[in-house]
């Protein structure tokens, strides 16, 4: 389903600068202080009808992968949307942020939004 080309674009559209956003994705809740299980308010908005995919995504010096996908191929109308992420039990101690893009349907077309990153902090007790 997910085209390696269409997927790459995406990506570039999240850092593009886009005089109109299509889609919108702003945590809602304070991310100041996270930690593993905290619920997160996430808000979206979207311009049309999109196929959305979200994910909680871990700062990487070549740029992010994916900690855990929480919805892909979401089919949801435009207008606003809002979802609350538990944060997963990602490695601590390392910037998060979040990830939406929507992909038009039958078409190769998409956009896409990251958050502003955050840091998932430990916990004191030895995990592992
Ligand atoms: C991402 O969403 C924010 C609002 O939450 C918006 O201000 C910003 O322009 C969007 N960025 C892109 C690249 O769409
Ligand atoms: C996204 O937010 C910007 C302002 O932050 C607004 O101009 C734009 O219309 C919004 N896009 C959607 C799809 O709601
Ligand atoms: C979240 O979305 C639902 C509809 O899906 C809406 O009823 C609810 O008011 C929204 N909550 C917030 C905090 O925006």
Redesign the pocket.
Known sequence: MRNAAIYAGLLATAFSALG?????LTIVSPVDDVHFGDHLLVEW???RTYSLEFNFVKKETWGWSVAEAFFDGRIAK?G?GNITVIVPRVEPNHEYALWLSGSEIDEPHGYANLTKWFVVEGEDMNLK
């Open positions: 109109h956003a299509m889609v919108n908005a979207t311009d435009a606003e």
